[in-house]
């Protein structure tokens, strides 16, 4: 059974750094592209970034361009994203998922992924 657990939500103030992970369980990262994306109440879901399984292409969006990273290990088969400069707006829950059968080095950023995390919570607030 194909999961992503996300893990590194929390409480932070502005300015300050977190970083997430979606750690792949019961499969391999090879040939899937993973995004995050996050979900502020009464707002619509919002694409942050991607990255193919090769961890060659990264995509990002306009919000969040230049202060978030997304990184993977194959390792550990674990996808991060390094979130700096946060700010109050960036408060939402935040996801993970997957999209099998991916090529490598492509932008999904408006394709329906195929597994999703149960989610984790950023709050930034003084």
């Known amino acids: 059974q194909v999961q992503l657990v996300e893990s590194g939500g929390g409480l932070v103030q502005p300015g300050g750094s977190l970083r997430l992970s979606c750690t792949a369980s019961?499969?391999?990262?090879?040939?899937?592209?993973i995004g995050w994306f996050r979900q502020a109440p009464g707002k619509e879901r919002e694409f942050l970034a991607s990255?193919?399984?090769?961890?060659?292409?990264?995509y990002f969006g306009d919000s969040v361009k230049g202060r978030f990273t997304i990184s993977i290990d194959k390792v550990l088969n674990t996808v991060y994203l390094q979130m700096n400069s946060l700010k109050p707006e960036d408060t939402a829950v935040y996801y993970c998922?997957?999209?099998?059968?991916?090529?490598?080095?492509?932008?999904?950023?408006?394709?329906?992924?195929?597994?999703w995390g149960q989610g984790t919570q950023v709050t930034v607030s003084s």
């Open positions: 998922a997957a999209i099998e059968g991916a090529y490598d080095d492509t932008d999904y950023r408006g394709e329906e992924y195929d597994y």
């Open positions: 019961d499969f391999t990262l090879d040939y899937y592209a």
């Open positions: 990255i193919s399984w090769s961890g060659g292409g990264t």
